[in-house]
């Protein structure tokens, strides 16, 4: 398993700034990971050199987007809890209409239609 995006791509290309430079390239391999989730290892099957261009630049985009994301909201993603009300005050994870859990991986709705866009997100085995 590789990293789909690198530290340079990720500062340079993409211009992240949220996570720490410490910590980029541990999230963004959790990041390429979940993405393998996603794709249902359509990416590790083929060869990431073997996507087209326009599969590989929607990757790359989404897994910094999902590295930036995962990193904002660690705590809340590696919480058991899929909710909590506190006086009179309640959040439910996992079915807001803008975070979805797919496979197992939060990821925001539209970071998957993103990802969907390269065809690989498809639960059909001939996809």
């Given amino acids: 398993m590789s990293n789909y ?3 340079t791509y990720y500062q340079n290309t993409y211009k ?9 390239e541990e999230k963004l391999k959790e990041a390429s990971m979940h993405i393998d ?6 990416i590790v099957g083929r060869g990431f050199e073997n996507l ?4 590989q630049d929607i990757i790359k985009e989404v897994v910094c987007k999902l590295a930036d994301f995962e990193y904002e909201n660690e ?10 009300a506190i006086n009179g005050v309640s ?12 496979n197992g991986v939060a990821i925001p709705k539209d970071y ?8 690989l997100t498809c639960r059909n085995m001939r996809c």
């Fill in 5 to 7: 995006v690198d530290i």
């Fill in 16 to 24: 992240g700034t949220i996570i720490p430079e410490d910590k980029i």
């Fill in 37 to 42: 989730t996603l794709t249902y290892n359509r």
């Fill in 52 to 55: 087209t261009k326009f599969q």
């Fill in 75 to 84: 705590d809340l993603i590696k919480s058991a809890l899929s909710s909590y």
């Fill in 112 to 119: 998957y239609c993103l990802l969907s866009q390269t065809g």
């Fill in 91 to 102: 959040m439910n994870f996992g079915t807001s209409w803008n975070i979805q859990v797919q």
